[in-house]
């Protein structure tokens, strides 16, 4: 299920009137394909909210070293031990079946590595948690195959986005790529603002998924959950259910 999110600033006027408003990308952010996926691309999708930041920075600057480091350890190990310990190098195998020092190596060290990634962790889960005093109430409900969204605020009431079909995508001039992402009535949100999302569902369990935002919420039936983000610039931000929607 396609969910499209377009922010903005609020340049007079209020929310309703803003959540009648249509808003696109700069060619630049266009060819950056922030909001959307890009083909063969294996990062993350370009930051669009502070949270998605941090969400970078944990990925980028401890997680990917750590595990880099890791591999490139194990990876050489293995080769050392196929070449120093092979038949023909070691002809006579060693009998001793174990080394203290190399048990309370390989047991303190993972432990201090996890300890340390989990530091950080934490420190982003919290970011997560601790939702700053919210500007916009967004109510979103996933449905067999669409999401409907609802501003209690404001008094808009609830509506229906559906994915739009691929005729309809060629009719709009839009490219194929957005084929199952784009929507017919997408949300749209101001700019710096902090944006609460009740999540929840009418049949099934669903996913609200907002990549550029780093969000990913389940939606059950019966139960809401809440998350947030923050918009930090204008433009077209795709998502989808990352569920697999009654399985």
């Known amino acids: 299920?396609?969910?499209?999110?377009?922010a903005r600033a609020i340049i007079g006027g209020g929310?309703?009137?803003?959540?009648?408003?249509v808003f696109s990308a700069t060619p630049t952010w266009a060819?950056?394909?922030v909001g959307q996926p890009t083909d063969g691309n294996i990062g993350l999708q370009p930051a669009a909210s502070p949270l998605k930041v941090e969400a970078?920075?944990?990925h980028d600057a401890i997680l990917m070293p750590i595990i880099t480091f890791i591999s490139l350890l194990v990876l050489g190990l293995l080769i050392w031990?196929?070449?120093?310990?092979?038949k023909k190098a070691n002809p006579v195998p060693a009998r001793w079946s174990h080394n203290t020092l190399?048990?309370?190596?390989?047991?303190?060290?993972?432990?201090?590595?996890?300890?340390?990634i989990s530091l950080f962790s934490f420190r982003l889960l919290f970011a997560y948690h601790d939702m700053p005093t919210p500007d916009l109430t967004v109510?979103?409900?996933?449905?067999?195959?669409?999401?409907?969204?609802?501003?209690p605020d404001q008094g808009i009431a609830e509506y229906v986005s559906n994915m739009l079909p691929e005729n309809e995508i060629a009719a709009r001039g839009m490219p194929h790529s957005l084929y199952r992402l784009a929507a017919d009535e997408p949300i749209v949100v101001p700019v710096g603002k902090t944006v609460r999302v009740l999540v929840t569902a009418t049949d099934v369990i669903h996913a609200f998924a907002l990549p550029a935002f780093g969000l990913k919420t389940d939606a059950v039936p019966g139960r809401v959950n809440e998350t947030w983000f923050r918009a930090d610039r204008t433009g077209v931000f795709y998502g989808q259910c990352s569920e697999l929607c009654g399985v």
């Not at 299920?1 to 377009?6: D, E, Q, Y």
């Not at 031990?81 to 092979?86: A, G, L, Q, S, T």
């Not at 190596?105 to 300890?115: D, G």
């Not at 109510?139 to 501003?151: C, L, M, R, V």
């Open 1 to 6: 299920m396609g969910m499209g999110t377009r």
């Open 15 to 21: 929310i309703t009137a803003l959540s009648l408003a």
């Open 31 to 33: 060819q950056e394909l």
């Open 56 to 58: 970078h920075f944990f």
């Open 81 to 86: 031990i196929c070449i120093r310990y092979n």
């Open 102 to 116: 190399i048990e309370i190596v390989w047991t303190v060290l993972p432990v201090l590595i996890l300890v340390g």
């Open 139 to 151: 109510k979103a409900t996933g449905n067999q195959w669409n999401w409907s969204y609802e501003y």
